[in-house]
Nanobody, 123 residues
Framework: VQLQASGGGLVQAGGSLRLSCAASGLTFSRYSMAWFRQAPGKERDFVGGISRNGGSLYYADSVKGRFTISRDNAKSTLYLQMNSLKPEDTAVYSC?????????????????WGQGTLVTVSS
């Protein structure tokens, strides 16, 4: 199983970025997906999750109203649209997959984790 995140980069505060997570080696539509992030020197934090069919979404309070998670099961790809970015959003963003359709913040619940992509927001 591979989960490959991409789309990170340097952006000014107030700007937008769209991250992608391409999945392979698993039946993507059978897994709920989530985004996590880890800032330098800090613990990994939950960003948000989406159910297998996209019908259920769950966001951390810190990103609610600014970030949108979506998925394309035909392309086995997860997305994270990030708007109104703030310097405190700077982190390595990673995606994770769970076979029980869990969409919450408990990291041990997730079966697979991908390599991250770095997002840097300048002030």
């Amino acid at each position: 199983v591979q989960l490959q995140a991409s789309g990170g980069g340097l952006v000014q505060a107030g700007g937008s970025l769209r991250l992608s997570c391409a999945a392979s080696g698993l039946t993507f539509s059978r897994y709920s997906m989530a985004w996590f992030r880890q800032a330098p020197g800090k613990e990994r934090d939950f960003v948000g999750g989406i159910s297998r069919n996209g019908g259920s979404l769950y966001y951390a309070d810190s990103v609610k109203g600014r970030f949108t998670i979506s998925r394309d099961n035909a392309k086995s790809t997860l997305y994270l649209q990030m708007n109104s970015l703030k310097p405190e959003d700077t982190a390595v963003y990673s995606c994770a997959a769970d076979g029980t359709n869990y969409v919450g913040p408990e990291t041990p619940r997730y079966d697979y984790w991908g390599q991250g992509t770095l997002v840097t927001v300048s002030s």
